[in-house]
């Protein structure tokens, strides 16, 4: 997915812009290992960070808005949870199992929800959402949201609230 020194050649620069990876013919774990989860890690560019526009001429469920009503961020972990390489397979056939651990550090997840309180005061926005699957992920999500309440703590001037993802 890049050459061998790929990693040598981003290091002295400022910034990597990436735009759409993948060919349709190729199974999209190969880009994320070959690429993507490779810059992310030697880097450690921990912010999956994601404008969420509606732009003229696009035909959406949201019609009656006008480009500019919808304008929000989405801020989400780039290392941690479902990126994990934590796991393991075995066995064949019907018997086969494979187990893939989403890991969340207290550090990663306060640095990841302190940049989403940061953006947004910087962004002049007054308030924050963090939707989770905590009905669904009984360990993971109700620690993401007891880190969000604690953080958001330190950001009175943030609103914050929660919400389920299948909300």
């Not at 994990?84 to 187990?99: A, F, H, K, P, Y």
């Not at 550090?105 to 309180?117: K, M, N």
Request: hydrophobic fraction near 40%; include cysteine; glycine fraction near 8%.
């Amino acid at each position: 997915m890049m050459p061998g020194d790929g990693l040598d050649q981003l290091r002295d620069h400022d910034a990597v812009f990436l735009r759409a990876v993948g060919y349709p013919r190729v199974p999209d774990h190969f880009s994320l290992r070959g690429l993507l989860l490779p810059i992310r890690r030697e880097f450690e560019y921990y912010v999956n960070l994601r404008p969420v526009r509606l732009l003229p001429g696009i035909a959406s469920p949201l019609r009656d808005k006008a480009p500019g009503e919808i304008d929000f961020w989405v801020v989400r972990k780039n290392l941690e949870g479902e990126y994990s390489q934590v796991g393991c397979g075995t066995g064949t056939g019907e018997d086969e199992i494979v187990v893939q651990q989403a890991i969340f550090t207290r550090r990663g997840t306060d640095r990841i929800l302190r940049y989403a309180f940061d953006f947004a005061r910087r962004l002049g926005r007054k308030y924050l959402t963090s939707a989770t699957k905590a009905n669904g992920l009984y360990h993971s999500m109700p620690f993401l949201e007891e880190r969000f309440a604690a953080i958001g703590a330190e950001y009175p001037d943030v609103a914050a609230d929660q919400d389920h993802a299948d909300i």
